[in-house]
């Protein structure tokens, strides 16, 4: 790569960063849903700053970055491409990333310890609450990922779902995933694990907002009290397996704790194996996670550690499914298991 190419591609990387927060600015003070639901006829800089409760002077100066970095449009009136806000604020579909703009600018904020941890290898353990909220923001793709892509990967679960049954979410966070299947699966009764007091005070508040109290409950105690307290249909592990501190024993004391016939799932992002996929856009987000999350004494993994933790564990082998969306899903059902 020739001198002038590496200084172009550095002017990149710098502008993809004051883009990342020129779109948290737009996804957080509400700009993208407003100009979403303003349609084609759009909004004057003044009527988005009415709607969204912000200062018209910052607003034209957001407005200006927004269109120099290809967010919108503000050749007359200012607008906002669908397929964009899809991508940066739909929650329901598979291609949202959002939440990844929110947790990769609220990441950063913790950043100015990242110099001593490379100096010290001491990383840092514990986080804010906003770094945890802003961590279920991103899980929001992961809920319409399992939806829209996992499920329909396991017909046969869906139809045992169908028919009601127990269900376990181990590390559940703000339970968003509880509440979604509680919704489509009205004959389930539903569990959380979740030991930060924080993300359980936002779970509870959710299922009480959705008076769900009497179907989904959840507990600060560890996977095997849960487990040792009945049987389950369903239990699973959403982004959650590789933060926690042992998981081959998570998965160990999972295993048995299921029905007959009954499933345990692992959805998860793994880090890159193959060279060119390193090499390439999704390389580069994961990279970026993964080096937040090794920050915090966890880290992502391949596919082979994934493996290697449920051989630990005594479990059969998993069907590794590679969803669409690039997520991976480790699925185990017990009837099938020697």
Request: with cysteine; net charge negative; hydrophobic share 45%.
């Amino acid at each position: 790569m020739h001198l002038d190419e590496q200084h172009d591609d550095v002017i990149a990387a710098l502008g993809g960063f004051y883009r990342t927060w020129i779109s948290y600015l737009g996804i957080e003070l509400g700009f993208f849903h407003a100009l979403r639901a303003a349609g084609g006829a759009g909004l004057s800089v003044d009527a988005l700053a009415v709607r969204t409760g912000t200062h018209p002077r910052a607003v034209e100066t957001w407005a200006w970055a927004a269109d120099a970095h290809g967010l919108i449009s503000s050749s007359d009136v200012l607008r906002i491409d669908e397929g964009l806000a899809v991508v940066l604020i739909d929650e329901q579909r598979t291609v949202y990333l959002g939440g990844q703009v929110i947790h990769s600018v609220v990441s950063t904020l913790d950043w100015d310890g990242l110099l001593e941890f490379f100096r010290t290898g001491a990383p840092i353990r514990n986080r804010p609450d906003r770094y945890r909220s802003a961590i279920e923001r991103v899980t929001r793709q992961d809920v319409a990922v399992f939806f829209a892509e996992a499920l329909a990967a396991l017909p046969d679960l869906v139809a045992r779902l169908s028919t009601g049954g127990r269900i376990l979410d181990v590390h559940c966070g703000g339970g968003r995933w509880l509440l979604a299947m509680a919704q489509r699966f009205p004959d389930l009764r539903l569990f959380g694990i979740e030991d930060e007091p924080d993300s359980r005070a936002r779970a509870n508040q959710l299922i009480e907002d959705a008076d769900l109290q009497n179907r989904i409950r959840i507990d600060s105690v560890s996977i095997d009290h849960v487990a040792a307290g009945g049987r389950f249909d369903l239990i699973y592990f959403q982004y959650a397996l590789h933060v926690l501190d042992d998981p081959a024993a998570s998965l160990r004391a999972a295993w048995p704790a299921l029905e007959d016939d009954g499933w345990l799932l692992v959805l998860d992002w793994l880090l890159p194996t193959d060279q060119d996929e390193l090499h390439s856009i999704h390389g580069e987000l994961i990279a970026g996670v993964h080096l937040d999350e090794v920050f915090m004494g966890a880290g992502l993994r391949d596919a082979g550690a994934y493996l290697a933790w449920f051989e630990a564990a005594g479990t059969p082998v998993p069907t590794v499914i590679e969803l669409p969306s690039g997520a991976t899903l480790f699925a185990l059902h017990r009837s099938n298991a020697a």
